[in-house]
């Protein structure tokens, strides 16, 4: 965005939602920031601006019929329409802002006008930001709730009136401005902030560095380079997506340059960069998330999916090597990567916040105060670095990237709250509890099929905390209701909801990994959900052995996470077929006989399942020498090239579903096309040695124009801190409002004018570190 106002002079007609989603979006993001230093204006405006702000984004960003070639007139009005009602949402609040609290009792029309308004905008948002999925379940929910007589069975009961469901909707806690937005205006969108800063000045180039440097040259490097690499950005940006599409375009080339299959090699970022959601501290927000529904600490959320985590990652590390032992792939020369302790000495500093987090929060500090506080320590870090030092323009891009990130999120948290407030308005949650538990009977493992299903069909094409927020109305109810504990239920559904993201048929992740391979999509997804198996086996351990979530004796935890360990690795064993050598199709059905056992809580199934895993690696072991005779099966496995374009109806209407769910994301590869090579392993080794964050940004200012620059932010901050200081959001919340509105946009103005003015030249891709 302000690269596209910055360069060049355009018409106003070509860069007016330039200018009005800058100005939103760094208002959108003020807003949030003032209210974590200094406090809410009111609990109530600051959802309503959320939302608001929210929705007025998601139509600016997401045009109605595409960018390409232009908006049509109709198009256009009709997004400016929706643009305006998004505004109005908060101007009603800041008009009821004393009455708010009154209004479920006297409902007028204008509130039903406001409510149906609200709802058809969250509807509209939700489509294009997130997809059809969700707007789907959505609807069904507000159709059940007004006529609930005349549904069967577990959904039959007394529908709720129109008024309630409105009163409820708008103005009701279960509503639109319930939990999942309070959630997300609190801290969510502070830690996106977060995220964004440190990727954008430089964490995501060391992560990525001193993964390769540890990893790198041993077998399978770049594989498990970029397992772990995927691990640390996915945790924090929440979107494996958006991980794909930026460390993927990095490794994968490398995995293929080395001799990996193609599918294989998309597979392994996919399957990687959907475990990041996973991995404390951040697990992409939904830790912070988890602990304010659940009631608990935030240590006690990622103390518990903390050795999950670990084994999810451990068994991707124990494919990769065997896959690359399997076909004899070389390892990268040590010549050609970075050495890990001049990163990390060079470097280092950019883990602190990431330390902060822990140790701030482990000492009982709030989520809110920890959030505004590593945001700052990065800016600090960011400013006082030699290389990738934060700018004016950098800092207004970072703020602009957080908004868009955000926006098409609290779109979903906003339709996640229609659904609670349409489930709550009937009682249907305890209907479909109580139903889903008698179907069940005494038979847990058929309740678990039946809430896993479900959780995997409402998590198709959503993002993690969109979907955990969708499961929390709608399946994690009816775990609870069967008597599991609190805690196995939430990570239970929220493991299955996102395993959607690389299970075929539609397997966003898996698919944004498919171009930038040269695979197919199909065949990149069946890669992924192999290598991700332990998804699906993960689950059912935190119901039958919750001392991996830390619920249970220091041995229980010892013992039920080495037996997973095992069990996990013979499945891997058996779905690669390689150990010491090739792993005859009998020893594979041995192993995966195994893996069951070694998940059952119970002593002599773990004794019977440890024994069958040592038999077979000791009669694999005895093999070895006679395999070295067996022809190279690394000839066979290249054969798994590309494969040519499915044409049937399906294929096609899979493949548009999934393209537009990519551009969603930030993607614009058509996710059906076949893709040529593009490693080219001098260039990548050479980015892998620079430290520098690659960005595409603005034209290089002269050293007056950059302290100008500067300037006028500093101007914003001390605005900040004076109506902070004599508390005027309080006093005063509608000019308050109205103020932090013109300094967003008169900072833009004025920052992208002296970027215009006192331009140079053009910069390459790389920010010089004086800038």
């Keep these: 965005m302000f690269a ?31 209210a974590g230093i200094y406090g809410p204006p009111d609990a109530m405006l600051l959802r309503s601006v959320h939302v608001g702000i929210a929705l007025a984004l998601v139509f600016l960003y997401y045009p109605l019929g595409g960018k390409k070639g232009g908006q049509a007139p109709i198009a256009l009005a009709i997004d400016l329409l929706l643009v305006l009602g998004s505004l109005w949402t908060i101007g009603y609040y800041l008009i009821e802002l004393d009455t708010w609290d009154y209004r479920r009792f006297d409902m007028r029309f204008t509130e039903f006008f406001s409510s149906i308004l609200l709802t058809g905008l969250v509807l509209e948002a939700t489509r294009r930001a997130v997809g059809p999925i969700l707007i789907m379940i959505v609807v069904f929910f507000l159709v059940h709730s007004l006529f609930a007589d005349h549904f069967v069975g577990a959904f039959f009961g007394p ?120 991995m404390p501290p951040v697990m992409g927000a939904v830790a912070f998330i988890m602990a304010e529904f659940l009631g608990r600490s935030y240590l006690e959320i990622i103390g518990a999916a903390a050795i999950p985590a670990v084994l999810y990652f451990a068994v991707i590390f124990v494919t990769v090597h065997l896959e690359a032992k399997k076909l004899g792939l070389e390892t990268m020369a040590r010549k050609d990567l970075p050495r890990a302790w001049p990163i990390i000495r060079k470097q280092g500093y950019l883990a602190l916040p990431l330390v902060l987090i822990v140790v701030a929060l482990s000492f009982g500090y709030s989520i809110v105060l920890v959030a505004v506080v590593i945001i700052f320590t990065t800016i600090i870090l960011a400013l006082i670095q030699r290389t990738n030092r934060l700018t004016p323009a950098r800092l207004i891009d970072s703020l602009e990237k957080t908004a868009k990130s955000t926006a098409g999120v609290s779109a979903a948290a906003a339709a996640a709250g229609i659904i609670i407030g349409a489930i709550f308005s009937t009682g249907l949650s305890f209907q ?13 493992w058929l309740l678990l099929v039946i809430t896993a299903i479900m959780a995997l069909i409402m998590g198709m094409g959503m993002t993690a905390v969109a979907v955990y927020i969708t499961l929390v109305a709608t399946v994690i109810p009816i775990l609870v209701k069967a008597g599991i504990p609190d805690i196995a239920a939430h990570f239970f559904a929220f493991y299955y909801g996102i395993i959607s993201l690389i299970t075929p048929p539609v397997a966003l992740t898996a698919f944004a990994a498919a171009p930038l391979a040269g695979a197919t999509p199909m065949a990149t997804a069946v890669q992924a959900s192999r290598l991700g198996a332990a998804t ?130 930030g993607g614009s590869v058509d996710v059906y096309s076949d893709s040529p090579d593009v490693a080219n392993i001098k260039d990548l080794t050479q980015n892998l040695m620079s430290d520098e964050e690659k960005w595409g940004g603005a034209r290089e200012i002269s050293t007056a124009g950059l302290w100008i620059a500067w300037a006028i932010i500093f101007a914003g901050a001390l605005s900040f801190e004076l109506m902070g200081q004599v508390v005027f959001h309080a006093a005063h919340p509608i000019i308050w409002t109205g103020i932090l509105l013109f300094m967003s946009g008169a900072g833009l103005f004025g920052v992208v004018t002296v970027w215009r003015k006192t331009s140079t030249r053009e910069t390459e891709q790389v920010v010089p570190a004086n800038a």
């Design 4 to 34: 596209e106002l910055a360069n060049g002079a355009p018409t106003f007609r070509r860069t007016w939602r330039g200018w009005l989603s800058g100005t939103l979006g760094i208002f959108f993001v003020l807003v949030h920031l003032y």
């Design 159 to 278: 529908p709720s009136s129109f008024n309630h469901l409105a009163e409820t909707i708008l103005l009701g806690s279960d509503g639109v401005y319930g939990i999942p937005i309070a959630v997300m205006a609190q801290f969510v969108v502070l830690f996106i902030l977060f995220g964004t800063l440190l990727n954008t000045t430089g964490g995501g180039t060391f992560f990525t560095r001193l993964a390769f440097a540890l990893f790198g040259h041993r077998t399978g490097g770049p594989a498990k380079a970029a397992v772990a690499s995927s691990a640390f950005l996915g945790s924090l940006s929440g979107s494996s997506i958006g991980n794909v599409l930026t460390t993927g375009a990095f490794t994968i080339p490398l995995m293929k340059s080395l001799g990996y299959r193609r599918a294989f090699a998309g597979g392994v970022e996919a399957a990687a960069s959907n475990g990041g959601i996973i």
């Design 432 to 444: 479909i509890s109580q139903a889903a538990v008698d179907l069940a009977g005494e038979h847990i």
């Design 536 to 665: 699906f086996l993960l689950p059912i351990l935190f119901i039958y052995s919750p001392a991996l979530l830390l619920e249970g004796a220091w041995w229980e935890i010892l013992l039920y996470s080495t037996t997973a360990f095992i069990g996990l690795s013979a499945l891997a064993i058996a779905f690669t077929g390689y150990l010491f050598t090739t792993v005859p199709y009998w020893m594979r059905g041995v192993l995966l006989v195994s893996t069951i056992l070694l998940i059952v809580p119970d002593f002599l199934y773990l004794s019977i399942g440890f024994v069958l895993v040592v038999a077979c690696f000791a009669f694999n072991w005895q093999g070895r020498q006679a395999a070295r005779a067996i022809e190279n099966v690394g000839e066979r496995a290249q054969s798994n090239g590309v494969v040519s374009r499915r044409n049937s109806i399906f294929s096609r209407l899979l493949g548009r579903f999934v393209d537009a769910q990519l551009k969603r994301e």
